[in-house]
């Protein structure tokens, strides 16, 4: 696996908006047959395709949310309309959005939708419409000549927010400019922007740790995490967007920094980090972790003798050999005592049958996707049309259903986007609430 690195602000986005909709159902269609020597041909139009899906895919080729910043809307292909002869419209083809292996998708309420930890993990993020019946579907004994066929149902759409949590074994923290950066340039191929003043890390950088040879080779992904100051945990200098990029590290390795520039002393520096840790997620501190002093190619050897732990120097190699040795000796030991983690993903299933519920105006409203089905797709101008949702409508129990939620003569009803006035003797005459938007094209 090549090193990956995030190393320019351009490169690497860890949260956007995304608006997905799945394809609309193609129409059916209205035909008969017209051949040489039949008088009167039946129906013969046929079913409309159902409008592909869309998926977002978890991809570890895919290092940030960069494609979806400026450009946040993913549409499926659309279902053919059906045409003559039975023949049915071809169903849209599904869209599959890839993002990065960590990806966390949230509703605009903040609720986590789905987790997608595991490359190759899928989530349905909006699905298509189904496509709408042609007119040979309503041949019937009474019904001979069906004039009508079902419209296309629309795709979902949906706003969802994402947030990249990167997935490595070890997380470097430590105050801005303590030798993050070039550290982890030391021990892996990545190079990140280094300079030596605060906050030249404004994004994270991964590197790959290969050590071994044969059947002892040991790979690790560490990630630089751009500096924590104090109030980090309350969001101060865009704590809680570093922050999260901790979350699913195995190890932490607090980077103390030694140098007679440093801003704190090691105790000061190392007491910080643990509180900023443990306001943003007090099990972070159960996390296996390894203090570690940086920059002693420039410290005082009295304050490299008074450390407790180990001591590193990134620009001369010491203490590098010790320090990998000890990170892998935890990751392995962490690797094996933690299951791998499990892909999360929110299911909801369609309530079925009828429910009726009272709006504010004392008005009814029918929910159920069936009831909103047979309203939706047909053609309400068409008395054949509306006879087929009458029957609709009675069969799945819409009429008792009002009755026992004490709608009375003369009250209005409302499925989906059309509404009707409730008659006792249940000869519903329903009527256009709203005009249909405009499905534009064919």
């Known amino acids: 696996m090549p090193p990956v690195s995030l190393a320019t602000v351009s490169e690497f986005v860890d949260e956007c908006a995304l608006n ?17 020597h039949v008088a009167r041909g039946g129906p013969d139009g046929g079913d409309g395709g159902k409008g592909g ?16 910043r400026d450009h946040p809307h993913r549409r499926a292909a659309n ?23 960590g990806t966390v998708v949230k509703d605009r309420d903040g609720e986590v ?9 899928r989530w349905l993020a909006a699905a298509g419409g189904r496509g709408g019946k042609g007119n040979a579907r309503f041949l019937s004994n009474r019904r001979r000549a069906p004039a009508f066929a079902e419209q296309g149902e629309f795709g979902e759409e949906r706003w969802v927010w994402l947030e990249l949590k990167l997935m490595a074994d070890v997380a470097l923290v430590g105050f801005p400019n303590v030798g993050k950066s070039t550290l982890i340039s030391r021990i892996s191929a990545a190079r990140p922007k280094i300079a030596d003043y605060p906050f030249t890390t404004l994004v994270p950088n991964l590197g790959v740790v290969r050590m071994g040879e044969g059947a002892d080779t040991f790979e690790m992904v560490v990630a630089d995490v751009p500096g924590l100051i104090e109030g980090a945990a309350e969001g101060k200098g865009l704590g809680h967007r570093f922050l999260r990029h901790i979350e699913r590290a195995r190890v932490l390795v607090l980077l103390l920094d030694l140098s007679p520039m440093a801003p704190a002393p090691p105790e000061e520096q190392e007491r910080v980090l643990l509180e900023e840790l443990a306001g943003y997620r007090a099990d972070l501190l159960s996390r296996p972790r390894i203090r570690v002093g940086s920059r002693a190619d420039t410290a005082d050897a009295e304050v490299v003798e008074a450390f407790d732990g180990l001591v590193v120097s990134a620009v001369t190699g010491q203490g590098i050999d010790e320090l990998l040795g000890a990170l892998r000796r935890e990751v392995e030991a962490a690797r094996a005592l933690e299951p791998e983690p499990e892909t999360f993903v929110t299911h909801r299933p369609v309530a079925e049958g009828v429910r009726i519920t009272r709006r504010d105006d004392g008005s009814y409203e029918v929910v159920g996707r069936e009831a909103v089905r047979a309203v939706g797709l047909s053609d309400l101008t068409d008395p054949g049309a509306m006879e087929v949702v009458r029957e609709r409508l009675a069969r799945i129990g819409v009429d008792r259903a009002l009755a026992r939620a004490g709608a009375r003569h003369g009250d209005v009803v409302h499925i989906g986007s059309v509404s009707f006035d409730y008659e006792s003797d249940h000869d519903i005459d329903v009527q256009p609430f709203d005009e249909a938007p405009d499905r534009g094209g064919d």
Not at 21 to 31: E, Y
Not at 79 to 88: E, N
């Open 20 to 36: 997905v909709k799945g394809g609309d159902g193609g129409a059916g269609c209205v035909s008969f047959r017209r051949e040489a």
């Open 53 to 68: 899906d869309v998926w977002l895919v978890a991809d570890r080729n895919i290092a940030s949310l960069l494609a979806f």
């Open 79 to 101: 279902g053919a309309h059906g045409s003559g002869k039975k023949r049915h419209g071809a169903a849209g083809e599904d869209l599959v959005v890839r993002v990065p292996v």
């Open 113 to 121: 939708l789905a987790d997608l930890v595991a490359d190759g993990d």
